[in-house]
């Protein structure tokens, strides 16, 4: 089974500019999270999609963040634009939701973002 | 690889020793609970999860407890090897609000001496 791919594997952009990562999740996953990994922290959640559906994006600076999933399978995360303390790596995870519980999330490699 | 947590509380322990690495939940509303171990220049990996309705689950080397009165978990590993050098975070999952967030702790360094 092909895991979660993500792309690109690392990104360099001057601060302003803007930058997308997309994101496609193992087949049949319902549920898709981006998130944001600062160095020496653990990931924080930044958008949740259930199907083509936000489910939460309390954490999402919207005005300078955006994210789609569109037909409910791939995913873009948009940055615009990008500020010096944007520099992370950003994770793409997808999990097997059931009716009444979650189950484990899977992880792709992530992009390393380095906004200079 | 870049190193993944430069910052993070370290654990060290000798090679054969078993760890125990401890975490500290924040929502007693959450009712699903996941490891993930995290090497240099990777993404999170599953490991184990348990169920707020247990208090232990056990895999292959692994064991997690759950203490939901104090709200803490924890991950034991037995006879550590040099591959499990990695950082550990554990994951809460939130299903009050049907939402089912999963919101991860801060980690910990795990180093495997040889």
């Known amino acids: 089974e092909a895991g979660v791919a993500q792309s690109p594997r690392y990104k360099i952009i001057e601060k302003r500019q803007s930058v997308a990562f997309w994101c496609n999740p193992i087949?049949?996953?319902?549920?898709l999270y981006w998130y944001q990994q600062i160095l020496g922290q653990g990931p924080k959640l930044l958008i949740q999609?259930?199907?083509?559906?936000?489910?939460?994006d309390s954490q999402l600076p919207k005005d300078r963040f955006s994210a789609e999933r569109l037909k409910g399978v791939d995913s873009t995360l948009k940055i615009q634009p990008a500020k010096l303390e944007d520099s992370a790596v950003y994770l793409c995870?997808?999990?097997?939701?059931?009716?009444?519980?979650?189950?484990?999330?899977?992880f792709g490699q992530g992009t390393r973002l380095t906004v200079v | 690889g870049e190193s993944v947590g430069l910052h993070l509380p370290t654990l060290s322990v000798q090679e054969g020793d078993n760890s125990i690495i401890n975490c500290a939940y924040s929502?007693?509303?959450?009712?699903?609970f996941i490891w993930y171990k995290q090497e240099s220049g990777k993404g999170p990996q599953f490991i184990i999860d348990?169920?707020?309705?247990?208090d232990k689950r056990q895999g292959q080397r692994v064991t997690v407890l759950l203490n939901k009165t104090v709200k803490h978990l924890s991950l034991q590993i037995a006879a550590t090897q040099p591959g499990d050098s990695a950082v550990y975070f554990c994951?809460?999952?939130?299903?009050?609000?049907?939402?089912?967030?999963?919101?991860f702790g801060s980690g910990t360094r795990l180093l495997v001496r040889p």
């Open positions: 087949s049949g996953h319902a549920t």
């Open positions: 929502n007693s509303a959450s009712d699903y």
């Open positions: 348990i169920r707020s309705n247990m």
């Open positions: 994951a809460e999952n939130n299903g009050e609000d049907s939402s089912y967030k999963l919101i």
């Open positions: 999609f259930q199907n083509n559906g936000v489910v939460d």
């Open positions: 995870a997808s999990s097997k939701r059931g009716q009444t519980m979650n189950t484990e999330a899977f």
